[in-house]
């Protein structure tokens, strides 16, 4: 008896890592930056994220997904020839972008005739593709020359695509295409684009874009995503923050374990106009763009690293992040330190996971930072309690290494590791991945799985 319970535990904890999300964007505009900030799904770590998103694919004039790069197709080929490395990664597209300041999604939702239309050729694009889902990336229904109408209509869009997905995976006998969205922070926003309780059913997951909540555009200093109000908020920006967002998200009856909090890898900048430099500290403008990123207002994490070098760091004690100054520039970011409490609060609530907005600001080469490579994804991975991932012993050119030539002419397939029994390696092509069981557990031929090592044999 209480072996079973010792394995139905140990069967429990794997099901509510493995349950937990961790979805990151990766951006098709990123390798166009300069150096070694240029990116393509070749700099993506197949083991980090459980899903990676594709920003941005697009809709044209008849309502069709199409590309929006000269080599978006070659990238989603490498994108998703990640799954031959990791085979439980998800990949999805995002559809969405605008056109003269107007989202494509207005015209097609309009009428039940042009949703037919996307709906169709979204499947067969994903399924070209070798994508496992598509993600909604509409800011926002009803807003920014949306009619007051697209609250309904993005309800009948999501749910249209539910039921096709459901019906196309059960004619052709494959895993159902999975279904999210990119959904607005701000409850004022999220009153007037949604009827959550009627899309949330519809959706595998809801990425909460819990971030620009203070930028350049206002007056005076304040953080791009703290985790609650300050004292210096005006009556109007109390709600600016993730406490009052995911807790609006939830009081409309979105289940926790659908929505994800959004994890920044960049921070929002200011150029200071007066003496105080701290938060609400007078501002005019954006400080200077990054060499990098080169958007106004805007830094990446390994920019905000080179930055710090230099300027003074301060924690945000009400708001649980942190930001730095240095002469006239001001900028307010996330670092490992908040990304924890950030977890913390997401695990209290009970959400489904996180999602990062980007792979590509993350210092994903390790370059910049002086630490691995994607300190702050890494770091938010292990803080939701993620086993550890395989490490990449690449094919040795000269010296001989036992662990890294483990696989030479070893078919594709998981295999015991006789020096140690709490991990296992995983040959594919030749190439030798080890990956190490949750702890406690040991690693059992039999089932090819990891479980309790006191039993006579393991349980399937
Ligand atoms: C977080 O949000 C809840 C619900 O709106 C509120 O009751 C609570 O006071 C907030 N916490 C902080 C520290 O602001």
Redesign the pocket.
């Known amino acids: 008896m209480a072996r079973l319970l010792a394995a139905a535990c140990a069967l429990l904890t794997l099901h509510i890592a493995s349950s937990s999300k961790l979805v990151c964007h990766m951006t098709n505009w990123a390798q166009y930056r300069p150096g070694s900030a240029a990116f393509t799904p070749e700099n993506i770590d197949p083991f980090l994220c459980t899903h990676v998103i594709y920003a941005l694919a697009t809709i044209n004039d008849f309502n069709q997904v199409v590309t929006v790069e000269w080599n978006d197709q070659q990238m989603y080929s490498s994108l998703n020839s990640l799954k031959n490395i990791n085979p439980a990664l998800k990949t999805l597209l995002s559809v969405g972008g605008s056109v003269k300041g107007i989202s494509p999604f207005i015209a097609m939702v309009a009428k039940p005739e042009s949703r037919a239309v996307f709906i169709k050729s979204a499947i067969s694009f994903l399924r070209n593709h070798n994508f496992d889902g598509l993600n909604l990336a509409w800011e926002y229904p009803g807003h920014n020359g949306s009619p007051m109408q697209d609250r309904e209509r993005f309800t009948l869009l999501v749910s249209e695509l539910s039921q096709a997905f459901i019906d196309e995976a059960t004619e052709i006998k494959k895993a159902q295409l999975l279904l999210s969205a990119n959904v607005a922070p701000l409850p004022s926003t999220v009153d007037k684009a949604y009827e959550v309780n009627k899309i949330t059913p519809h959706l595998d997951f809801l990425n909460v874009l819990t971030y620009d909540f203070h930028g350049s555009w206002e007056p005076v200093t304040g953080h791009n995503s703290p985790l ?2 300050s004292a210096v908020d005006t009556v109007s920006q109390m709600q600016y923050n993730i ?2 967002s995911i ?1 609006h998200w939830l009081s409309l009856g979105a289940a926790a374990d659908k929505i994800l909090l959004g994890f920044p890898t960049f921070g929002r900048t200011f150029e200071l106009s007066g003496s105080a430099n701290g938060l609400g500290a007078l501002a005019n403008g954006p400080a200077a763009a990054g060499p990098y990123t080169r958007t106004e207002g805007l830094w990446g994490f390994y920019e905000v690293c080179d930055f710090t070098n230099s300027a003074t760091v301060s924690w945000i004690n009400e708001q649980a992040v942190p930001y730095a100054t240095y002469g006239k520039a001001w900028v307010g970011y996330d670092d490992q330190r908040s990304f924890s409490s950030k977890v913390q609060w997401m695990t209290a609530n009970n959400l489904g996971g996180a999602h990062v907005w980007t792979l590509d600001m993350d210092d994903f080469r390790g370059s910049f930072c002086s630490d691995e490579a994607y300190p702050l994804i890494n770091h938010l991975r292990m803080s939701m309690g993620f086993a550890p991932k395989p490490t990449t012993t690449p094919r040795p050119t000269t010296t001989k290494d036992p662990i890294a030539e483990f696989c030479y002419g070893r078919p594709d397939g998981l295999y015991e590791n006789p020096a140690d029994k709490t991990s296992y390696f995983q040959c594919y092509l030749g190439n030798t991945y080890l990956h190490h069981c949750q702890p406690g557990l040991i690693y059992w031929d039999s089932c090819k799985c990891c479980d309790w090592p006191a039993k006579a044999s393991p349980i399937k």
Request: no cysteine; net charge positive; glycine share 0%.
């Open positions: 609650y109000r406490n009052s807790s």
